[in-house]
């Protein structure tokens, strides 16, 4: 097997592509090394020389998947610092994974799309350490700091609070059966629950740019650790 460094990039963003638009439409299981050669224009050792079983494309997909969200929200804060403030950034994160299959599918342990992959190492380690609970655990005590949300409970059970609602609302989204009857889009109503549930933002009083520099610094940390596992 070749280094990724001497893997040509358009032959492993053509082979990614045919793999993730066959894991969307097949499933795990439904998927072989040969599909994915044939679906790309590849020959299947072109493949194997990239990577060693189809468990690994797979998982560098949910890598650069998970990776494009971080980064997308990185770009999108720093040209709009208030996406930084909790109700803000609750939403963003919701909304970006609904819009990557394979994000929603991991966040929401999707076995039938993702199959044995939903339970290997690094799997577990994306959603551990980048996934969204993760993030928001990382990111509650800046906003504490900054006086953004309320501080009278235990930073645990704040946090636990938070990712239940952030996580519950990702769920209903993600069931195709359930219609949301609400007023407002639902992202909304969740930007409104997460500042009901964690306090008023003082927004007046806070130095902005200070809070957006803390919280930028989580995804970059991220994004530099799931850059050099793709490296």
């Known amino acids: 097997m070749v280094t990724r460094a ?11 592509a045919s793999a993730e638009e066959l894991l969307l439409k097949r499933g795990f299981r439904g998927v ?8 790309a224009h590849v020959g299947k050792g072109t493949v194997y020389l990239y990577w060693s079983t189809k468990e690994d494309v797979f998982l560098e997909l949910l ?14 804060a720093t040209r709009n610092i208030e996406l930084t403030l909790p109700h803000r950034l609750c939403s963003y994160l919701v909304r970006s994974a609904l ?3 394979l ?6 342990n999707d076995a039938d799309v993702l199959g044995l992959v939903i339970d290997h190492p690094r799997s577990q380690d994306l959603v551990k350490q980048h996934g969204a609970p993760a993030l928001i ?18 930073l645990d059970d704040q946090a636990y609070a938070l990712q239940s609602l952030t996580l519950g609302h990702l769920e209903m989204r993600v069931r195709k059966h359930i219609s949301p009857s ?15 549930l ?7 009083t806070t130095d902005a740019n200070a809070v957006a520099a803390e919280v930028l610094q989580v995804f970059t940390t991220s994004a530099t650790i799931l850059e050099a596992a793709n490296a």
């Open 6 to 16: 001497g893997r040509s990039a358009e032959k492993v963003t053509r082979i990614l």
């Open 32 to 39: 072989t090394i040969a599909d994915i050669a044939e679906r």
């Open 182 to 196: 609400t007023t407002m889009p639902p992202e909304d109503v969740l930007a409104a629950a997460v500042a009901a």
């Open 103 to 108: 994000v929603r599918a991991l966040q929401a």
């Open 198 to 204: 964690l306090g008023v933002e003082n927004e007046a």
């Open 137 to 154: 655990k990382a990111l509650l005590p800046i906003w504490r700091r900054h006086g953004l949300v309320r501080t009278d409970w235990e």
């Open 63 to 76: 890598t650069r998947d998970v990776l494009t969200l971080i980064n997308g929200f990185r770009e999108a």
């Open 99 to 101: 819009e990557r299959p």
